[in-house]
């Protein structure tokens, strides 16, 4: 089976910069999009930033122009580069896989990881 682990998560003051990254484990041949979501008390869930094996990005409005997402391949990693924080980013963190194939399936499936909680406050 496939899992996907969080990290990076914490808190920072309005301004900081965090760095997320998600490592995906287990038989993978391959990933087609791995992307982060989040959600805050109260709100729905939501994208932030998605990336495709082939190199498109896209990304939410709110986070465009601070936030970069990133994908090491040969390590079934993705990253979120998170610049200029506000404490309306503050929300727990999810990183998702989807168009997951493995060496013993050929059926691409979804995963999802265990969430980061990211505060911005003074």
């Known amino acids: 089976q496939v899992q996907l682990v969080e990290s990076g998560g914490g808190l920072v003051q309005p301004g900081g910069s965090l760095r997320l990254s998600c490592a995906a484990s287990?038989?993978?041949?391959?990933?087609?999009?791995m992307g982060w979501y989040r959600q805050a008390p109260g709100k729905e869930r939501e994208l932030v930033a998605a990336?495709?094996?082939?190199?498109?990005?896209n990304y939410a409005d709110s986070v465009k122009g601070r936030f970069t997402i990133s994908r090491d391949g040969a390590k079934n990693m993705v990253y979120l580069q998170m610049n200029n924080l506000k404490p309306e980013d503050t929300a727990v963190y999810y990183c998702?896989?989807?168009?997951?194939?493995?060496?013993?399936?050929?059926?691409?499936?979804?995963?999802w990881g265990q969430g980061t909680q990211v505060t911005v406050s003074s």
């Open positions: 287990g038989s993978i041949f391959s990933i087609n999009v």
């Open positions: 998702n896989a989807e168009g997951v194939l493995t060496i013993f399936s050929g059926s691409y499936l979804g995963y």
């Open positions: 990336a495709t094996s082939g190199g498109s990005t």
